[in-house]
């Protein structure tokens, strides 16, 4: 293990008291000359010392005098202010609860301007080496997404932080859809940039996903439409500041849909691979998907919420309780190519965490420039003769290529499916009675295994294809247009990628490794979070207000 140095080590003034502060190249911590007085009556057993990781500090600076002289009103404060007049800050991110961070502060006072000063410049330049911080961000606002809050959640609580932070940023609000995507794929001038931020739902997510990444294809040469094409993976992260009304892109990477835990999360240039399903209709390339591939249920859920729009996230719910009541089935045939068998399976209760080793595993198949290695080359399964085929009736076939938690359903459709393992979840639901389905849906919702029906099955895939049974239906060109999103469902069903209606029933899809990087680092184990427990003010182990003198 690399020798901590120590680069800085004062007695400073902090809340009226004198403390001791160290900084080395990790690590900013501080403690109590004096034996504490109040050490944490929780029951972590945490003494009064506080340390902050280098690599989460948002910023430092000097402390303006509008600063002091607003904290500062009492007795002591004013002392304090002569004793000590000279003052910094540091921001930096505080765990709270439910994977929720937030952006704290901490003044140091000190006697004199020099060593003032010397704590901010030898504090930024542990910064300046954190190269995996985003300097510059390419930001588009959908301000109709979700509960059309998307702007105001940016210009407070969001540009506030990138500006402490000092990320620059170009801000562009969206004036109909597909302007981003448009934007990205041809206008753009991507080299000013570390990364793209959406502001919005899942929708949004979707546009700048197709955007970057048909970018990157016609910047390589590559052809979408070729279903074996070896994509090249997109060189910029793409962050999500949830403002939509699904939200499960940003919930399932960082645990919680909250607007400024996701902005911390872009500041400190975090890094989460992200599989991408490739979407195919015979050899046209129809889109991409992140989140859910949902036919039949979440198809028509979709479908018919298109015409509720107005209603914001509440059309999610009326149009699946009207789905529900509908109780439709699709015949048809399910073709898949399964995972391979070193990479768990749907119910082996082995949750995709931050630094998931499942994941970790297949990251070795692709270097940080995207080549290719052996790995990826060796010979694995067969194409043509490990493809399983299933025909039926059902309810609904979902791909869950992540586990698509969220708020309506915190474990997710698939609860053990991974970000990163270059595969997905396929969930078939037979055809079976209106009460069966709804205890199956029910299940999304507590703790019960959603997969442990007869009715139910799941698999982990690397491909698959669907067919409709159209014989005895109404055949595709007798429809007077394709499936529209403008919601009505056909007798065929659709398909929901990401919240967009396909316009094909018969498709083929195959799971692209890692083809993006998100500014997250997946859902932190509780473990993760308590470790920090000593740096709180207050301690959030204990839940306890900040022992003061
Ligand atoms: C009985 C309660 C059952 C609750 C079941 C909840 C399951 C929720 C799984 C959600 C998976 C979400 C996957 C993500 C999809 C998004 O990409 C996509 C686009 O998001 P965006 O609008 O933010 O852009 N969103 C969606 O497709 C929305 C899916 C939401 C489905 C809600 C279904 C509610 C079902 C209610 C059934 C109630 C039966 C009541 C019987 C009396
Ligand atoms: N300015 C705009 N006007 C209308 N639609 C837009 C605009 N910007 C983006 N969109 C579209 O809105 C849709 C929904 O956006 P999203 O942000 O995901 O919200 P929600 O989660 O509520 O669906 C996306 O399909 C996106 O293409
Ligand atoms: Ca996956």
Redesign the pocket.
Known sequence: MEKQVTLLSSQLFQKHRQVEVVLNRSVLAWKPVEKSRKPCSGTCDSVQSYSVEVCEIVAVRKTEDDDQDAAQTGKHQKKTKQLYPYAFTVSYVRRTRQHQWRCSEVTFHCANQALCEEWVQVTNEQLSLLTNRPKSLLVYINPFGGKRHGKRIYEQKVAPMFRLAGIATTVIVTERANHAEDHLKTEANLDKYDGVVCVG???MFSEVLHGLVARTQNDHGVDQNQPDAELVPCSLRIGIIPA?????ICFATVGTNDPVTSALHIIVGDSQPMDVCSVHHNDVFLRYSV??LGYGF?GD??SDSERNRWLGPAR??LA??KT?LSHNYYEGTVSFLPAEDDVGNPRDKLQCRSGCSICQHNRSSKDEHGDVSEEKEKPGKDDSSDWNEIHGKFIAINAANMS?A?P??PKG?SPFAHLADGNADLILVRNCSRLDF?KH??R??NKDDQFDHPFVEVHRVRKFRFEPECHKLVSLEDLSEPPTKTGYSTPLGSW?C??EILPEVAIQVSVQCQLIRLFARGIEEQQQQQQQCVSDDPCTLCALEPTTD
């Open positions: 739902g899942d929708g939509g009304s699904t939200d499960c989140s859910l979440y859920v979709l999610y719910d699946g309780v529900f698509c969220c309506r359903s459709l709804f849906l029910l999304h919702t929901s990401d919240g």
